[in-house]
């Protein structure tokens, strides 16, 4: 926590859950509970949610909305920027200027809000520019959260994100994912055959991507960069990721057409995307102890869109609801594994050459 969660950006949600003025909700991390609120000032503010009195829990509910934050315990008041307006009964001279909540940074990113609990922030600019370019045409900003889910993961966050980032367990453990996700068995595999075909495949898609002005391919080159960005194809045929390869919700952002592409990305220790033409999916991977991490998949829609006129919940969620059913399985069963005695870990195949870096970085910052 200290060397990592406390010091990097986090996602911590959908700025759709704070579309007012007054809105909050809460966001637990470790032993933190912060306050996402939309201030008075318009601004999204992330304030820890700890009064400066005697330090009592403020916001009890996971979210509403209020126009001061009222401290139960002893009535402190706060506006929803954090500034201490209200302090019955204190003597003469109580500078309550001091005494505002403890703020955390924030950064919304293309409708995602990031915050950073640290007193320095990292400043991953690059990253940010690249997720703001490959975002931008799925109007994120302008989304609302068409379901979320969640699941308590029994192992350490750093399992669970390094299960996220490779897909050499996709063959063995996700049917439906390889059945849907065309880069799935290369990137299990490498056989040649896989790979050439693969190659085919993105090669003819990205013609024709190019040719409705989308997005292709994976930046930046440096593979030790601590962020991606990339688009590749669904699957021959598929216009989104779904079952059957037909849409799920309507078009969003600035996609006149289903280009059948697939936009994804990460920025180190733990944030992701994935998005296509009609619909996203932003998963959140949140320690909140040494063996017990939250992992919340959120299914973002167009803004407009209605539940079973546009759209219908069991279509749109079946993918990464059964691959992270299937992960949950998976990473639960690896932790059990890794507290035996005999645990030792073993070398990394070809396809998971992205956790040996991921594994270098995290220990640069144990360093
Ligand atoms: S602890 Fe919050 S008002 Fe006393
Ligand atoms: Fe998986």
Redesign the pocket.
């Known amino acids: 926590m200290e060397r990592v969660f406390l010091r990097q950006w986090v996602f911590a949600g959908h700025v759709s859950r704070v579309r007012n003025v007054g809105d909050y909700f809460l966001f637990t991390i470790g032993n933190e509970s912060i306050a996402v609120i939309r201030g008075k000032d318009g601004n999204v503010h992330a304030l820890f949610n700890v009064c400066r009195h005697r330090g009592s829990r403020i916001c009890l509910e996971a979210e509403g909305n209020k126009r001061t934050l009222v401290c139960p315990y002893h009535a402190w008041t706060y506006a929803t920027e954090g500034k201490l307006l209200a302090a019955p009964a204190m003597a003469d001279g109580f500078d309550s200027s001091q005494f505002g909540l403890h703020k955390c940074h924030v950064r919304v990113v293309e409708g995602l809000i990031f915050i950073c609990l640290g007193d320095t922030p990292p400043a991953n600019e690059d990253a940010f520019r690249d997720w703001e370019i490959f975002l931008k045409p799925h109007g994120l900003t302008q989304a609302k959260i068409g379901k979320s889910m969640i699941w308590q993961v029994s192992a350490n966050w750093k399992l669970v994100v390094e299960?996220?980032g490779e897909?050499y367990?996709?063959g063995p453990?996700?049917p439906e994912?390889c059945s849907v996700m065309a880069h799935a068995l290369p990137d299990t595999h490498k056989a040649n055959k896989h790979v050439g075909e693969f190659a085919d495949l993105t090669a003819a898609w990205e013609a024709k991507a190019k040719k409705l002005g989308n997005l292709t391919g994976r930046v930046p080159h440096d593979l030790n960069a601590v962020h991606t960005c990339v688009r590749i194809p669904i699957k021959e045929g598929s216009l989104t990721a779904s079952r059957d390869g037909r849409p799920v919700a309507p078009l969003m952002g600035s996609f006149a057409d289903y280009d059948g592409g697939y936009t994804a990305g990460r920025l180190y220790p733990a944030n992701y995307f994935v998005a296509c033409c009609d619909h996203a999916v932003i998963p959140r991977f949140t320690p909140l102890s040494p063996q017990c991490t939250e992992v919340e998949m959120i299914w973002l829609v167009r803004g407009d869109a209605l539940e079973r006129k546009d759209y219908d919940l069991k279509n749109l969620t079946w993918l990464w609801k059964i691959?992270?059913d299937?992960?949950k399985k998976?990473v639960d069963d690896n932790q059990a594994g890794v507290n035996s005695l005999a645990y030792q870990p073993g070398p990394y195949s070809q396809t998971e050459q992205g956790l040996a870096r991921y594994t270098r970085w995290y220990l640069d910052q144990m360093q």
Do not use: A, E
Request: glycine share 0%; net charge negative; charged share 10%.
């Open positions: 299960n996220f897909c367990h996709c453990t996700h994912y691959t992270t299937q992960d998976i």
